[in-house]
């Protein structure tokens, strides 16, 4: 008697709780029509062009051809994703995105850093702004100039080729050289980014309390001593940071950079997954292959965020989610 | 004596160091602005010059105007810059009105999906179909070969849009509520109370959007055909990566050889003096754009 009762209520509560979640969409639509009207445009947006091209992916599985669409093309499991790897160009392009993106995270990434620390040194007011304003100009020029300067530069007629051939440079073409085409990739990426990068560490260290440096003073620390000590342990939040944005977009290294810079000359060392995706896919139309090397692509650079993130968080506690 | 002669000590090694720092940073400066100066001061030089000049350029030498006058008979220079302000224009606009309409409604409490919808947008950040599935998408809604190619399938930033939400949740909910009393809508709200409440995170997200719109030329390159439609970008990257000076040279009865160089100097300098002109009176509303975004992203 007594259990069947129990019995009894569960389910009724249960009946009620369904209904009270059908109840709660009614209810919270009734309530807020209005946004869910205005938020339309957005949600069509996100739904045609974010959600469909994930969709789009499973052409990765078929053999995607225009004229049977996207629908009617076969499914062809993994063939692609097997192709890829046992693809001369594999090795390649792997070791080529690896490559120049620790080329970029050692040489490129601490730059921002040692400057934010010699800008926030500086005693003069005027002169510091005047070292920001010009080291911040390159981040306003565009990716197809920055790259254009770079190829009038160092033409076999260019001013910096010209410039090195005082030290016994040959009078080449600098960019259809496999040896030179990582420096001036890694060069011009830190005449680029070094200004603006620093903007965040500047603002990390202006927010550094500055009894901290009065005490260390007082205790006889020096200059280089406050710098580990205090500006370094101060800094390593936002450095970390930065680090694992830097990490999750390895995998994306600057493809319009190396598009715009590199030759056939020069693939051996220059050519990338992303710019092979776009060779493959939308020069030569190998669409479910392209795809496939594109979605590779995708999720190593999604774990790469994640084991970054999750090591960040064990290590130093901060972290992007 | 003693805690003299250290202060004396500390105090010598403080200036060498201030010397040194104020050398390097210069010296940086310098790296920085030559090879901009190069090109400004080539494309003002005498073409025949600058063909011969061994190094980094420091001054004008020789002064024409020749090159210039060649960039600006350029019909497609001139079609590039009408095609980029308005994809700038027409573009921005509606990245704003989206973002704006995405980050107000996202940033409402009390609204049953928004949870959902909001780790439906993040996720994006973090996943994407990439390159080709993204070209095929856009290929079947029937957009590509238009101007629109380059505006509706960039019209949310994902980034921009939690940037809007995180400073629209800020503004205290007792404004909208007492609105909400005296009859407004929320599309009101939006744009008569959020919106200028919000107006410092609106400029900057605005100067953010205007300048991917200037700055893109990959997607113009994989969804346009007609020449009349390329941004400018693209124009130069024909002019200037792929060394297609035709146009301009066309009938100019000079040597083209010898002038097809400082073009190019000089089509850099047209493309960038006007972004480079205004970037000083910004500088300050983008410096606090990189700020809202490293706090809140």
């Not at chain 1, 029509?33 to 990765?60: C, D, K, N, T, W």
């Not at chain 1, 994306?252 to 997954?273: D, Q, R």
């Not at chain 2, 290929?139 to 994902?158: E, K, Q």
């Not at chain 2, 009859?183 to 400029?203: D, K, Y």
Request: glycine content about 6%; charged content about 15%; overall charge positive.
């Amino acid at each position: 008697m007594n259990c069947r009762c129990i019995i009894l209520r569960q389910f009724k509560e249960l009946m009620l709780l369904q209904e009270s979640f059908w109840q709660k969409v009614k209810k919270d639509f009734r309530i807020n029509r209005e946004l869910y009207l205005l938020f339309i445009p957005v949600l069509l947006f996100y739904i045609i062009f974010q959600y469909g091209p994930m969709f789009g992916l499973s052409i990765a599985f078929k053999n995607y051809t225009p004229a049977r669409g996207f629908f009617r093309s076969p499914w062809v499991g993994l063939k692609h994703f097997k192709n890829f790897f046992s693809d001369y160009y594999f090795a390649r392009v792997l070791t080529n995105t690896v490559r120049i993106s620790i080329l970029t995270l050692i040489f490129t990434f601490p730059m921002p850093i040692i400057l934010a620390l010699l800008i926030s040194e500086l005693k003069g007011k005027r002169f510091s702004r005047s070292v920001q304003t010009i080291t911040y100009l390159p981040h306003f020029i565009s990716v197809v100039v920055v790259c254009g300067i770079i190829v009038q530069l160092t033409s076999s007629s260019g001013a910096i080729t010209k410039f090195l051939g005082h030290f016994g440079f040959p009078q080449a073409t600098m960019l259809n050289n496999p040896h030179l085409f990582l420096p001036i990739y890694i060069i011009s990426g830190i005449w680029q980014t070094i200004g603006w990068n620093s903007i965040i560490y500047l603002s990390a260290l202006t927010s550094i309390d500055g009894e901290l440096y009065e005490a260390a003073t007082i205790d006889g620390a020096g200059r280089f001593r406050q710098l580990v000590s205090i500006t370094l342990p101060c800094l390593s939040g936002t450095i970390v940071i930065m680090l694992i944005l830097a990490v999750g977009k390895m995998f994306n290294v600057g493809y319009e950079k190396i598009l715009l810079l590199y030759n056939p000359l020069t693939y051996e060392v220059s050519e990338v997954i992303s710019t092979y995706v776009y060779r493959k896919g939308l020069l030569e139309f190998n669409w479910s292959y392209s795809a496939a090397v594109g979605l590779f692509n995708s999720v190593v650079s999604f774990a790469l965020v994640y084991l970054t993130n999750k090591l960040s968080k064990k290590l130093s506690g901060s972290s992007l989610w | 004596m003693v805690g003299e002669s250290v202060k004396m000590k500390t105090s010598c090694s403080e200036r060498i160091f201030n010397v040194c720092n104020i050398i390097i940073l210069t010296a940086l400066s310098l790296v920085i602005l030559v090879p901009l100066l190069n090109i400004v001061f080539a494309s003002f030089s005498d073409p025949v010059v600058v063909m011969k000049y061994q190094g980094l350029m420091l001054r004008p030498h020789g002064f024409t105007l020749s090159s210039y006058r060649a960039v600006l008979r350029d019909p497609n220079i001139f079609s590039g810059y009408r095609n980029t302000i308005f994809i700038v224009i027409a573009g921005t606009s509606l990245n704003l009105l989206l973002t704006l309409i995405g980050a107000y409604v996202l940033s409402r409490k009390n609204v049953l999906w928004n949870p959902f919808l909001m780790m439906m947008i993040v996720f994006t950040m973090y996943f994407q179909g990439g390159m080709i599935p993204f070209y095929l998408t856009v290929r079947a809604t029937g957009l590509d070969g238009t101007i629109w190619s380059l505006i509706l399938p960039v019209a949310v930033n994902t980034f921009n849009l939690i940037v809007m939400r995180t400073a629209m949740a800020s503004v205290p909910d007792s404004l909208c509520e007492s609105a909400m009393i005296d009859g407004a809508s929320h599309t009101r709200i939006l744009f008569n109370i959020m919106a200028p409440l919000c107006q410092s995170t609106v400029a900057v997200i605005v100067l953010f959007y205007a300048v991917t719109h200037w700055n893109s030329w990959f997607n113009a390159m994989i969804f346009l055909r007609d020449k009349k439609l390329y941004p400018l970008q693209l124009i130069l990257r024909e002019i200037l990566i792929q060394d297609d000076t035709t146009m301009m040279t066309a009938g100019s009865g000079e040597d083209l050889g010898m002038i097809s160089g400082t073009i190019k100097y000089a089509t850099i300098v047209v493309a960038t003096a006007p972004i480079l002109c205004i970037y000083p009176f910004l500088q300050r509303y983008f410096v606090k754009g990189v700020m809202i975004g490293a706090v809140k992203g």
